[in-house]
């Protein structure tokens, strides 16, 4: 295990244990370790097709929006 991987990993310990499982499931994913995609609920869906038709048209938070999203997660 890298050094930066492992710094993330005694992070993400002191989170909620509902965002480790959420984190668990994105490295998974990342990872390629054969899981089954999560099934969108009806009340998600409409959100996740306005998110996927704003990346066909290259609408993309910046860095700035990002950075402060990452922190909530890492400085709750």
Do not use: Y
Not at 11 to 27: G, N
Not at 30 to 38: M, N, R, S, V, Y
């Amino acid at each position: 295990m890298t050094d930066l991987l492992e710094k993330a990993i005694v992070t993400v310990r002191r989170l909620a244990p509902e965002q480790q499982d959420e984190i668990a499931h994105l490295l998974l994913s990342l990872a390629g370790a054969g899981e089954e995609p999560e099934e969108i609920g009806p009340e998600h869906l409409p959100h996740v097709l306005e998110g996927l038709a704003q990346a066909e048209r290259g609408e993309f938070v910046g860095d700035e929006a990002m950075q402060a999203t990452f922190a909530r997660f890492l400085h709750p």
